[in-house]
T-cell receptor
């Protein structure tokens, strides 16, 4: 069975500083990997995804993530954080054909200091 | 076009009562998923429909939970004899037949008193 670990429960970063959120997954085959963001009281919004090909993927809102098969990781990065990036971030792995049945990590809450 | 919608947005019920949560997927999306998100945790898979049939219901926690999608569009998640532990946000997502991305609705927050 697949699993996802997000080691950092909370991260506090200053506005304008860089941000990196860690994600490690366990899955027996080639994974489909996703990062979602959830603002308070909101649903999940897809930031970016990896299915195959180039291991560095670009997403919305200036985010990028790098798939590293050797490390079973899919870390999310942003070079310069804005106050509006304060939210909870979830990494997920999709199992089966066409990425059915997502398994999510526990999430990382990002706080942005002015 | 319209995204995934869920009704109600909030539902408060008493222990032992029956509740129904509704999901309207994106028009034309053949796949529909239900997830449950408890406080402070990531969403957990409940059930997946392909068309009208439940292709995978392995995430349903027990037989008090049931979901239907009779016409392959709208889905209803039904919870019988609710317990306080059922309190959570219930999320619905849909996906097009050829797509790999799931699009999520805003969720229904269920509170069992």
């Amino acid at each position: 069975a697949q699993s996802v670990t997000q080691p950092d429960i909370h991260i506090t970063v200053s506005e304008g500083a860089s941000l990196e959120l860690r994600c490690n997954y366990s899955y027996g085959a080639t994974p489909y990997l996703f990062w979602y963001v959830q603002s308070p009281g909101q649903g999940l919004q897809l930031l970016l995804k990896y299915f195959s090909g180039d291991t560095l993927v670009q997403g919305i809102k200036g985010f990028e993530a790098e798939f590293k098969r050797s490390q079973s990781s899919f870390n999310l990065r942003k070079p310069s954080v804005h106050w509006s990036d304060a939210a909870e971030y979830f990494c997920a792995v999709g199992a089966g054909a066409a990425g059915n049945k997502l398994t999510f990590g526990g999430g990382t809450r990002v706080l942005v200091k002015p | 076009g319209a995204g995934v919608s869920q009704t109600p947005s909030n539902k408060v019920t008493e222990k032992g009562k029956y509740v129904e949560l509704r999901c309207d997927p994106i028009s034309g999306h053949t796949a529909l998923y239900w997830y449950r998100q408890s406080l402070g945790q990531g969403p957990e898979f409940l059930i997946y429909f392909q068309g009208t049939g439940a292709a995978d219901d392995s995430g349903l926690p027990n037989d008090r939970f049931f979901a239907v999608r009779p016409e392959g569009s709208v889905s209803t998640l039904k919870i019988q004899r609710t317990e306080r532990g059922d309190s959570a946000v219930y999320l619905c997502a849909s996906r097009s037949g050829q797509g790999r991305e799931q699009f999520f609705g805003p969720g229904t927050r269920l509170t069992v008193l």
